[in-house]
């Protein structure tokens, strides 16, 4: 039985497929935006089907079983569209890639047997996301982003206790109390209104995180009032909250002043309220699903500040938190939910993150001419030695990872000791924001005693905290509060990344790496050694690990052209997208449709 996941409806769309082999279940997903090159892309998700079907040998969707698709939203203006056709003759070219015309096209002429669809709730992907990724064969579910959920898992079922969000029907202790409930502002999106203050987008939330953590610097003063009488069972809502955020004045720098009292006291209290409501929540879920693991998902699910607290409360036993936890995980959810649905009884552990496929290796020869770099072998000791020497490198080594988190196969890694190395890679490299933290890399079996870890931690979701010494040994990788968001290495999961952090601290003394994602401003992780190479053209990387190849940049390399490659990208990307509509669409009827809506839009 193979079973393909899609999120095909606004931000993070993309495809996962699981399937049997050999008596396990074996699973591969990918997010659109890795592939085409546009961050948190809304385009559908045509390149993340074909790597999904590849993945499997696949060449056409009638090789599936089912197809599983998040149904993101209900009140769809045409039955069975998630774009609609209103919609498409608007042409809505709104932000990102967002163009509901080429999605509608595509998704009324795809070649697949309508009978093999099946639509999945948002907020059921979610939690079907951690909970049929997760070790245990039973555990309390909770989703906390734009919709809200409780759910209970045991074995290969998973019942809804509670749900809310997203239009669809209210549940509450496994009844449905109110079909389709609108809207109100939950505890994730009273932590948006605050990041759009903030100056930051709906992906904004990691920025508002890090600035929370210069709290200790300024005096506590609260900028909004907070809705006291906001719970309500497992709803929460802060309505009033937010509308008394609205004699706020947002910050209107440019980052570069904005780790001042004001800003940083509106961030500090969010999180302030954020907390109170997700060990709320936790509190709940544990009496109402009654077990002492708890899987967890779901946009919030990535703050792992509240994560170190949640575990630490003693509410839980055990946390999973699965790494793509915010939609970049919903394929991921459909296709396990559908799976399980159909009868599936193989369950999937996922003890790693690296859902993804490993790249087919560039042609070294002609790119290392073109540009003048130089190409040798990447040997653990050689590659430690030049990161002990203060180089910046890049990783992209054997299968990607599923979700925000780089875990060292799409990866940037530096000296976490070095002076000045925070301000260095923030400044040459990632053209970000000067007060966000970068995170380190430890060994599991042995990690550094400078750190108190919260536990096992594969994914970077778990916040440690380190001593006054940590503070002084690693300073790159400890954020202003003294939080780090560690990751624990392990050999069976990536021996790779693993033996090169241990000759990193066989010559330094120190087994901890700096890691953050393989990607530069405004630009999706990198997937391919392609991109590797375009993303070394354009910062100031030092060398980067392609396969056990090391690539380094010499006296000869130039400075690429961003805006030329830019362009030939999106040539590229183009081009692949109209050899994918016509591999996987019916073209008589795209035209068709594409003439009826063009005169109907006149
Ligand atoms: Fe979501």
Redesign the pocket.
């Known amino acids: 039985m193979i079973v393909l996941g899609l999120k095909c409806f606004s931000h993070d769309t993309g495809a996962a497929i699981v399937g049997e082999t050999n008596g396990r279940l074996v699973v591969h997903a990918i997010s659109e935006a890795r592939l085409n090159r546009r961050k948190h892309s809304f385009a559908y998700p045509l390149m993340s089907i074909a790597y999904c079907l590849d993945a499997f040998g696949l060449t056409s969707l009638d090789e599936v079983d089912l197809i599983c698709i998040d149904r993101h939203m209900e009140l769809w203006p045409e039955a069975g569209s998630q774009f609609g056709y209103a919609a498409a003759q608007a042409r809505r070219h709104p932000r990102y890639d967002d163009n509901y015309r080429w999605n509608y096209l595509i998704e009324q002429t795809l070649k697949l047997d309508h009978a093999k669809v099946r639509l999945i709730n948002?907020v059921d992907a979610?939690a079907a996301s951690t909970y049929f990724a997760s070790p245990f064969d039973s555990a309390a579910v909770m989703v906390a982003?734009?919709?809200t959920g409780i759910y209970r898992g045991e074995g290969t079922t998973l019942g809804v206790v509670d749900r809310m969000g997203y239009f669809g029907d209210t549940w509450r202790d496994g009844k449905i109390v109110l079909p389709r409930k609108d809207h109100f502002v939950n505890s994730s999106f009273m932590y948006d209104a605050v990041s759009a203050l903030l100056g930051y987008d709906v992906f904004g939330a990691g920025q508002t995180m890090a600035l929370a953590g210069f709290a200790n610097r300024f005096a506590q003063r609260d900028r909004f009032t907070v809705e006291p009488d906001r719970f309500d069972g497992f709803i929460v809502n802060h309505d009033k909250t937010v509308q008394d955020m609205q004699s706020l004045e947002p910050y209107r720098g440019n980052d570069t002043d904005i780790v001042a009292e004001p800003w940083v006291n509106l961030a500090r209290q969010a999180q302030e309220i954020l907390r109170t409501d997700l060990l709320y929540l936790a509190n709940l879920t544990r009496t109402k699903a009654g077990t002492h693991q708890l899987a967890y998902a779901?946009?919030a699910a990535l703050n792992c500040l509240i994560n170190a607290e949640i575990l630490h409360a003693g509410i839980f036993d055990e946390l999973f938190v699965q790494p793509a936890a915010?939609?970049e995980g919903?394929p991921l959810g459909c296709a396990l939910h559908g799976y399980h649905t159909l009868g599936g009884k193989q369950r999937f552990v996922m003890d790693n993150g690296y859902l993804g496929k490993a790249p087919s290796p560039a042609p070294l020869g002609d790119l290392a001419r073109i540009h003048g770099l130089a190409v040798g072998s990447a040997d653990p000791d050689a590659v430690a030695a030049l990161l002990a020497n203060g180089a910046i490198i890049g990783r992209c080594v054997g299968a990607s990872e599923y979700g925000p988190r780089a875990l060292g196969n799409r990866s940037i890694l530096a000296d976490p000791r070095a002076p000045g190395m925070k301000d260095r890679l923030n400044a040459q490299i990632k053209h970000r924001e000067g007060f966000r933290p970068f995170a380190p890399s430890c060994l599991a079996d042995a990690p550094p005693d400078w750190l108190k870890a919260p536990g096992t931690s594969p994914f970077m979701l778990l916040a440690g905290q380190a001593s006054e010494i940590g503070k002084q040994t690693a300073p790159a990788v400890i954020h202003a509060d003294g939080s780090s968001r560690v990751q624990a290495v392990t050999r069976e999961a990536n021996p790779g990344y693993y033996d090169l952090i241990r000759a990193f601290g066989a010559r330094t003394g120190c087994a901890v790496l700096l890691n953050t994602s393989f990607n530069d401003k405004d630009e999706p992780i990198v997937e391919t050694e392609e991109d590797a190479i375009n993303c070394m053209l354009r910062t100031g990387l030092d060398a980067i690990v392609l396969g056990d190849r090391l690539v380094s940049r010499t006296t000869l390399t130039r400075a690429a052209d961003p805006e030329a490659m830019r362009r030939s990208t999106t040539e590229r990307v183009d081009f692949a997208y109209r050899g994918l509509i016509e591999r996987f669409c019916d073209m008589e009827a795209y035209v068709a449709l594409a003439l009826r809506l063009n005169e109907d839009s006149a």
């Open positions: 948002h979610h982003e734009g919709g779901g946009g915010s939609d919903i």
